[in-house]
Nanobody, 115 residues
Framework: QVQLVESGGGLVQPGGSLKLSCVAS????????MNWYRQAPGKERELVAT???????NYADSVKGRFTISRDSAKNTVYLQMNSLQFEDTAVYYC?????????WGQGSQVTVSS
């Protein structure tokens, strides 16, 4: 059974850092594109970062230079390191992958940037 379980969200001040984790089960994260999306209140869900099976990463322009996506194959886990957080980064963050059998999402992790 495929599952994605996120953790690591919380409340942080502007300029602070958080690291999100996405533990996968039922498939190997090293074999598929793994994505982080976010959805802010009243906005559409947007793609934030992607790591490809070969290790190539891509980022939304709004987070380039501040966020880093990574993968630990031994733990079957994907991470999103978020630095220099801004008010606009407040959102629910979702882990996602697309497998031959369909698309899968985690339950979401709330990140709130507030002073």
């Amino acid at each position: 059974q495929v599952q994605l379980v996120e953790s690591g969200g919380g409340l942080v001040q502007p300029g602070g850092s958080l690291k999100l984790s996405c533990v996968a089960s039922g498939f190997l994260v090293s074999l598929y594109h793994m994505n982080w999306y976010r959805q802010a209140p009243g906005k559409e869900r947007e793609l934030v970062a992607t790591v490809a099976p070969g290790g190539t990463t891509n980022y939304a322009d709004s987070v380039k230079g501040r966020f880093t996506i990574s993968r630990d194959s031994a733990k079957n886990t994907v991470y999103l390191q978020m630095n220099s957080l801004q008010f606009e980064d407040t959102a629910v963050y979702y882990c996602n992958t697309i497998l031959p059998r369909g698309a899968y999402w985690g339950q979401g992790s709330q990140v709130t940037v507030s002073s």
